[in-house]
C-alpha cells in the first residue's frame, strides 16, 4: 500500500510504514492523516504482517498536525469528507485540526488495540503529535541524535494524540505537568532515562539494528504477546482511550478557537516569541 505520502512494505512478516512528507516536516494535513489510518488498520488486520514499525524520513519522525495547512483553513475536498458543514461555520482553527485528528486518534486507537506489537522508530524529531503517536506505540526505539518535545504549549495548544492518556501512565503525573509546563527538549538518552523510550541506538548502526529488532519480534510468538499486551492494557485502563482521546480532541479544537492559539500561530510562522500575556 503505497500513497503519496505514507509507503507501507511488509517483508518478513514485518510491516514498515513510513511516513514521507519532508517538505512539511512528516506533518499531517488531513490526506496523509488518513492514508496513515489506513495503513495502520492494514497492517494491524493482516495476519502476515506479524510486527509494524513506525518511521519518518529525513531527519524526522512527525511534527504533528501540519500547522501550515491548518493556518490556510484546510481544503474544501479534506473539510467536507467527516463535517460537510465545517466551511460554513469555520470561525477559528479548530474544525481544521477536528478534520485531522479524527484520523490520527483513529490510528492510535488502533495500534493500542492491535494485537500485534507496534514500534516507532524515532530516527530525529518527534515533537507534538509526532512525540504523542511515538508514545502510543509499544516500543520506541531511537537514535543518538533524536530528540523528543511535548511542543503543543509553543502554539497555546492543550495537548492530543493520546500524549495526556499515555504520559502519565508511563512517566507519573510530576513528569508528565513538567513536560506541559516546561516544554523540555528530550535528547534521546534524556529520554530513555525518564521512560519514553526503550532502547537508543548509533546513528550509523539505527537502520540495522531496527532490522535485527523487528526480526527478533517477528519471530517470536506473536499470539502470545498480542494476548499479553491486552492484559497489561487492561491493567493500564487503556478501555479508557477512546473516551479520553475524544476529550482531547474536543478541547484541544475549542482552545485553537481561542486567541491563545492565533497567538502562538502567529508567532510560530514570524519566528518569535508568542506573548500570551498580552491577550
Given at each position: 500500500?503505497?500513497?503519496?505520502?505514507?509507503?507501507?512494505?511488509?517483508?518478513?512478516?514485518?510491516?514498515?510504514?513510513?511516513?514521507?512528507?519532508?517538505?512539511?516536516?512528516?506533518?499531517?494535513?488531513?490526506?496523509?492523516?488518513?492514508?496513515?489510518?489506513?495503513?495502520?488498520?492494514?497492517?494491524?488486520?493482516?495476519?502476515?504482517?506479524?510486527?509494524?514499525?513506525?518511521?519518518?524520513?529525513?531527519?524526522?519522525?512527525?511534527?504533528?498536525?501540519?500547522?501550515?495547512?491548518?493556518?490556510?483553513?484546510?481544503?474544501?475536498?479534506?473539510?467536507?469528507?467527516?463535517?460537510?458543514?465545517?466551511?460554513?461555520?469555520?470561525?477559528?482553527?479548530?474544525?481544521?485540526?477536528?478534520?485531522?485528528?479524527?484520523?490520527?486518534?483513529?490510528?492510535?486507537?488502533?495500534?493500542?488495540?492491535?494485537?500485534?506489537?507496534?514500534?516507532?522508530?524515532?530516527?530525529?524529531?518527534?515533537?507534538?503529535?509526532?512525540?504523542?503517536?511515538?508514545?502510543?506505540?509499544?516500543?520506541?526505539?531511537?537514535?543518538?541524535?533524536?530528540?523528543?518535545?511535548?511542543?503543543?504549549?509553543?502554539?497555546?495548544?492543550?495537548?492530543?494524540?493520546?500524549?495526556?492518556?499515555?504520559?502519565?501512565?508511563?512517566?507519573?503525573?510530576?513528569?508528565?505537568?513538567?513536560?506541559?509546563?516546561?516544554?523540555?527538549?528530550?535528547?534521546?538518552?534524556?529520554?530513555?532515562?525518564?521512560?519514553?523510550?526503550?532502547?537508543?541506538?548509533?546513528?550509523?548502526?539505527?537502520?540495522?539494528?531496527?532490522?535485527?529488532?523487528?526480526?527478533?519480534?517477528?519471530?517470536?510468538p506473536v499470539r502470545a504477546f498480542g494476548v499479553a499486551k491486552?492484559?497489561?492494557?487492561?491493567s493500564a485502563g487503556v478501555d479508557r482511550l477512546d473516551y479520553?482521546?475524544?476529550?482531547?480532541?474536543?478541547?484541544?479544537?475549542?482552545?485553537?478557537?481561542?486567541?491563545?492559539?492565533?497567538?502562538?500561530?502567529?508567532a510560530f510562522f514570524e519566528k518569535r516569541e508568542a506573548h500570551?500575556?498580552?491577550?
Amino acid at each position: 500500500m503505497t500513497s503519496e505520502h505514507i509507503r507501507t512494505v511488509v517483508e518478513n512478516g514485518v510491516g514498515t510504514i513510513t511516513i514521507d512528507r519532508p517538505a512539511r516536516f512528516n506533518s499531517l494535513d488531513v490526506r496523509t492523516a488518513q492514508d496513515l489510518r489506513k495503513a495502520a488498520l492494514a497492517c494491524a488486520r493482516d495476519a502476515q504482517v506479524r510486527v509494524v514499525l513506525l518511521r519518518g524520513t529525513n531527519g524526522v519522525f512527525c511534527s504533528g498536525a501540519d500547522l501550515k495547512y491548518i493556518r490556510s483553513g484546510g481544503t474544501d475536498d479534506d473539510l467536507g469528507y467527516l463535517q460537510p458543514d465545517a466551511r460554513g461555520i469555520q470561525q477559528g482553527y479548530g474544525e481544521v485540526f477536528k478534520q485531522i485528528l479524527e484520523y490520527l486518534h483513529s490510528t492510535i486507537s488502533e495500534i493500542r488495540r492491535a494485537a500485534k506489537p507496534f514500534v516507532a522508530a524515532v530516527d530525529g524529531v518527534a515533537a507534538a503529535g509526532g512525540f504523542g503517536l511515538a508514545m502510543s506505540c509499544d516500543l520506541v526505539v531511537a537514535s543518538e541524535r533524536s530528540w523528543f518535545e511535548w511542543a503543543y504549549s509553543r502554539t497555546g495548544l492543550t495537548g492530543a494524540e493520546s500524549s495526556t492518556f499515555i504520559l502519565p501512565r508511563l512517566i507519573g503525573l510530576r513528569r508528565s505537568l513538567e513536560l506541559v509546563l516546561l516544554n523540555p527538549r528530550l535528547t534521546a538518552e534524556r529520554a530513555q532515562a525518564m521512560g519514553l523510550v526503550s532502547e537508543v541506538y548509533p546513528d550509523d548502526a539505527f537502520d540495522a539494528r531496527v532490522v535485527e529488532l523487528s526480526a527478533r519480534l517477528a519471530a517470536g510468538p506473536v499470539r502470545a504477546f498480542g494476548v499479553a499486551k491486552g492484559l497489561l492494557n487492561m491493567s493500564a485502563g487503556v478501555d479508557r482511550l477512546d473516551y479520553h482521546l475524544d476529550q482531547e480532541l474536543d478541547n484541544l479544537s475549542r482552545i485553537a478557537d481561542g486567541a491563545e492559539f492565533k497567538e502562538g500561530l502567529d508567532a510560530f510562522f514570524e519566528k518569535r516569541e508568542a506573548h500570551f500575556t498580552a491577550l
